[in-house]
Nanobody
Framework: QVQLVESGGELVQAGGSLRLSCTAS????????MGWFRQAPGKEREFVASISWRGGITAYADSVKGRFTISRVNAKNTVWLQMNSLKPEDTAVYYC??????????????????WGQGTQVTVSS
């Protein structure tokens, strides 16, 4: 049993920054592909960012490229999502995801077997 846990979501003004973190209980995810997804009210879950198991390869949705940065330190069993220049349209529940059988980056939610509970990010104008 593995549980991913996100934290760091807050209410923030447009133009501000937040850093989300994701950790695992039960075991390390140091060898897993990891990703961040988000879901706004009434909308489908969408890809945000992904990182390979060693952290050497990253991928981003066009909507966040240049503003968000995904990173990981496997020795700390932690993945972060640094979010800068936040916009109201970034408002969503952000989910951490991982898969133990993949090692690269993946933008499709079906590639991830494990998910966190989500953390709410609200960007006000």
């Amino acid at each position: 049993q593995v549980q991913l846990v996100e934290s760091g979501g807050e209410l923030v003004q447009a133009g501000g920054s937040l850093r989300l973190s994701c950790t695992a209980s039960g075991r390390t995810f140091s060898s897993w592909t990891m990703g961040w997804f988000r879901q706004a009210p009434g909308k489908e879950r969408e890809f945000v960012a992904s990182i390979s198991w060693r952290g050497g390869i990253t991928a981003y949705a066009d909507s966040v490229k240049g503003r968000f940065t995904i990173s990981r330190v496997n020795a700390k069993n932690t993945v972060w999502l640094q979010m800068n220049s936040l916009k109201p349209e970034d408002t969503a529940v952000y989910y951490c995801a991982g898969d133990p059988y993949k090692s690269n980056t993946y933008a499709d939610s079906g590639s991830y077997a494990y998910w966190g509970q989500g953390t709410q990010v609200t960007v006000s104008s």
